[in-house]
């Protein structure tokens, strides 16, 4: 009897295996026909004995065994080496509506005469095994991927991209409106009626839950928990929707779906995107019926995607906050339409990219005379829009101090620089380029610091030389911007850039925005922006609106600004000009010829006026000044008055008292203009003053 006691523990041991053991255990002949099985695995679990015994595994499981099974177990069958840990995936015929891993082991049985009896199969369930290590995976993945752009749409997808099909077999991102626009959004709990905008949406099959489209705006079901998630911020986890009626939600039928039983959703986890208290959307993870439902783990991975999608979305939304900020200030410091020039009309072109340092202006000067002004500070945001804005007052403020082109740019440069030391912080660099047109002579003065030269065409549309020199960029300390002077005929066509707009231009050069490509020459216009402006018939708006679509498949990843300027010239009947000698009484003979004048041009109801200019300017000429005076007298838009003299000794306008007998007259001319200053020349200076011309009768 002892030596029968190993044979009856093998039975007992094989018994237990076969009755008792969780694995499944599965004998088969050589015709891989079951002998013997275990009832208790989960892959058979329930199935009636005669539904199993006596059936090839691939008609008792053919979900699970697959042809590369088959082949696998002849092959095990016929060389003896054993397989162990062999991963199968598939639908067990015990549970056919939930997916199952299993691991399989394959071995060969042989009696005692060496004679092959068939396989042993040991099957393992190691679903939860997988899934955990499929949940690391995933989260890994979304760790590496999600959030690589400062898209919000793009974030979106890449989470969908992450989890569809490994984790769910459909995903839809729904992102607030008010944050893909870039408003301001407070922490804490939201309407339920909150605009939604779906932006992502991924799926394994045809079944896309939800029936609104990508781009289209929609409000989440009430009451669900869409709603209970935008009040708490919490996911929220939901099983069987079928057998609760929920499955029936139009928020998660697909497009154009005939019936609702269409629906196979069985499992659902909704998640907030919310970072720092603030939610910026909603996204749905869902599987269908022939998958495992969603688990409190899986919970938990959903949760982790949703905070991390959320991170990305919130720089994103910071980013597309600041940039509106940004160009929103950039819009309001950018000028309003000027006023009426004299000979000379403009049209300009704003393509904004929100980074919000370029700026254009134009500034109207003494003598019918006029500035136009480009110029772009480098850096983006609200800080650089900021800097832009100073820097625009500084421009205004010295043009209206009519210095040249050379000197208002080094003054510029000390401004830059005074502004780096008061902030504090990174010294700015900014560049500009700073052209003065005279109608009276059709001569244009410029000077550029660090800033391309201009593109300029004649009447009849070919580019005409104008080569500007290149000075440092404006905050370098580096002295010293030399000007050009060229004389441009009518109907010429100045145009001033920004490098936004010359690198997706395709203008000529290396495009790459600096002074070293403008100091190179290799900004001097040619290329496809020359090409659209050659159009001498066209107006200069329509010259704007062909550039803007030459360039709407090229947008430009800077602020791009165009401002056209079409210059004349003034007719000989709007300039009267003498030189008087400079003694007191030619003061009688400057009104005289100054009442002709202006009767010849019936401004009969200025002439008080302008002789009172004229006598007190001619006055103080002759006083103070050298050489002899020079009167002249401009109509265009206003009446400019004009004295000259050798002398760079300027007026300076004092209140007198009481008692003085003198000192009213600079006084008298200030109340009398709308406007008057002084400017300097070589040969001396020039006081000014200029009245409105009264309406046309």
Known sequence: MPGRRPAATDTALLDALFQEALSGLFILDDQFRVVRFNHTARGVRGLPDDDVRGHRLDEVAPDMITPEVADLARAVLASGTAVRGRLVRGFPPGDPTREMVASVSLFRLRDEARQVLGLAAVVEDVTEREQALERLATLHEGHRTIGTSLDPAATADELAVVAVPRFADTVVVDLRDDALRGQELRPGPVDAALPLRRVAHRSTGAQQPGSVQLGALTTVPFPTPFTQSLEDLRPRLLTD????????????????????????????????????????????????????????????????????????????????????????????????????????????LYLPAGTGGAWYDLVPLSGARVALVVGEVAGHGIETAAAMGQLRTAVQTLAAQDLAPDELLGRLDETMQRLARDSGGEPATASCLYL???????????????????????????????????????????????????????????????????????????????ADGARNGSGNGSGRLAQVLAQPDQDLQSLCDAVAYALATDRPEQDAILLLARTSVLDADQVAHWTLPAEPSIVSTARDLTRRQLTAWGLDELVDSTELIVSELVTNAIRYGQGAVTLRLIRAGTLSCEVSDASSSAPHMRLAADGDEGGRGLFLVMHVSSRWGTRYNPRGKTIWSEQPLPPPP
């Open 241 to 348: 929707l079928a057998e609760q009626g929920l499955d029936q939600w139009p928020y998660l039928r697909s497009p154009g779906a005939g019936q609702v039983d269409d629906a196979l959703v069985d499992s659902l986890i909704v998640a907030p995107l919310a970072a720092h208290g603030v939610l910026f959307g909603l996204v749905g993870f869902y599987r269908d019926r022939h998958r495992e439902p969603f688990t409190e783990r899986d919970l938990e991975l959903a949760g982790e995607l949703a905070a991390r999608a959320a991170m990305s979305v919130e720089r994103a939304h910071s980013f597309t906050r600041q940039r509106s900020i940004a160009t929103a200030l950039q819009r309001h410091l950018l000028p309003s339409p000027p006023p009426p020039l004299a000979a000379i009309t403009t049209a300009h």
């Open 436 to 514: 003065v047109y005279d109608p009276v002579t059709g001569g244009c003065d410029g000077a550029s610091a660090g800033h391309r030269t201009p593109l300029v065409l004649g009447p009849d549309g070919t580019e005409l030389p104008l080569d500007v020199p290149v000075g440092a960029r404006l905050g370098s300390g580096e002295a010293g911007y030399p000007s050009a002077q060229l004389r441009l005929p009518p109907g010429s066509l100045l145009a001033l850039a920004t490098d936004g707009l010359r690198a997706a231009g395709g203008a000529s050069g290396n495009g790459n925005g600096n």
